[in-house]
């Protein structure tokens, strides 16, 4: 798992510093006109910038639709890269769409189902998204349903991250951070309980007051941030 000497440091953590701006006029651009009427829903929701504490409330509101969420998921995750939009895009043209209503994170059999809904035999079933990006899809969609197995963001930063810390601190590494661990749903679900065990074992340590207590997704950002952490010892 990971050292105590952290353990203060990932508690501290704040999850909503990724808050990102919004500019809207790329993706009314970029987007067919059928996917406007989305765009404009997540507009009218969101003052200026996105988080993730108001993306979750997103997740949460009965009224939003899953293409609305996925909308929003993507524009906080590309935040102002300018090939964003057209790489939602093309997801969208892609019929991915027909598959978010398919989307459950409440079981481990579920969330492996889900996985498979966008990547199989190592290959992305829709063009540009990949785990990084639809990882950011489950993990909204279990944080706002308050899931007990919280799937959580795996991109190829924050797996870095983890083979950094095991060799940094033990000199190994763990199976599910091979190069094509990312391709696998079963890797994923190996990841999703190291993290989950991870965030319990620190929300009982003796380092951290007793009614304190530690989310995963502050320890997936420890893993995201890992090079910030080995710098400061």
Avoid at 93 to 107: P, R
Wanted: contains cysteine; glycine residues 6%; negative net charge.
């Amino acid at each position: 798992m990971i050292p105590k000497k952290y353990h203060k440091k990932i508690r501290k953590i704040e999850i909503n510093e990724t808050s990102q701006d919004c500019d809207y006029e790329p993706w009314m651009a970029k987007l067919a006109p059928r996917y406007h009427e989305a765009i404009e829903a997540v507009q009218s929701y969101f003052e200026g910038t996105i988080c993730r504490k108001s993306l979750t409330r997103f997740y949460g509101t009965k009224e939003t639709t899953h293409l609305q969420r996925f909308i929003a998921c993507m524009i906080w995750g590309y935040g102002t890269d300018g090939y964003g939009p057209y790489r939602v895009n093309c997801m969208l043209e892609a019929n991915v769409e027909n598959i978010l209503d398919q989307v459950s994170v409440e079981s481990e059999t579920s969330i492996v189902n889900s996985y498979n809904l966008f990547r199989r035999g190592g290959r992305n079933v829709f063009s540009w998204l990949g785990p990084s990006y639809f990882t950011k899809h489950l993990y909204f969609t279990g944080k706002a349903e308050s899931v007990g197995l919280m799937p959580v963001i795996l991109d190829s930063r924050v797996a870095t991250g983890i083979a950094n810390l095991n060799f940094h601190e033990r000199g190994v590494t763990l199976d599910f951070l091979e190069v094509k661990g990312r391709e696998r749903a079963d890797w994923y679900l190996a990841y999703l309980k190291y993290i989950n065990e991870c965030a319990k074992e620190i929300t009982c340590s003796n380092e951290c007051a007793t009614e304190v207590t530690c989310s995963p997704d502050q320890v997936e950002l420890f893993f995201f941030n890992i090079q910030d952490y080995l710098a400061d010892g």
